[in-house]
């Protein structure tokens, strides 16, 4: 089993294909959020969304998330500081899915850090090698 530590830092593609059978089997009513940059056009994260978190977010005007793993609203940056500002949000076209265009307030959005203990900006940090191992860019 991956450990977080070799999931979050490592050089192996340890890939979780299984993520939306767990949302759907625990019963979440969510929606994917991509997180992009309004102003790089960077993605940030991708998060999801309950009918709570997208009203909480559309009052505050801050990016809030439903948390799958933890079963509960999670206000983006409110222990970091690191929050969100919402520009705007999109919808697809088939409303399934959620684009917030964001400006971010802080050090970054992902809850990892760098090598330097640096926040980074976003959460794809990595990509995937020729040899299928992940390099950091």
Not at 44 to 60: G, K, M, P, S
Not at 72 to 101: F, M, P, R
Request: charged share 25%; net charge negative.
């Amino acid at each position: 089993m991956t450990t977080h530590e070799e999931l979050e830092e490592g050089a192996t593609l340890a890939l979780d294909f299984t993520k939306l059978t767990k949302i759907g089997g625990q019963g979440h009513q969510v929606v994917p959020v991509a997180v992009q940059d309004a102003d790089t056009g960077e993605v940030l994260i991708v998060a999801y969304a309950n009918d709570e978190a997208l009203q909480a977010t559309l009052e505050r005007g801050e990016a809030v998330f439903y948390s799958t793993s933890r079963n509960e609203i999670w206000h983006k940056g409110a222990t970091s500081g690191d929050t969100l500002s919402i520009v705007e949000v999109l919808v697809n076209c088939e409303q399934n899915s959620l684009l917030y265009k964001v400006r971010p307030n802080g050090k970054g959005a992902c809850h990892t850090k760098d090598a330097h203990g640096h926040t980074r900006s976003g959460c794809y940090y990595r990509r995937i090698s020729d040899t299928g191992a992940l390099d950091f860019v």
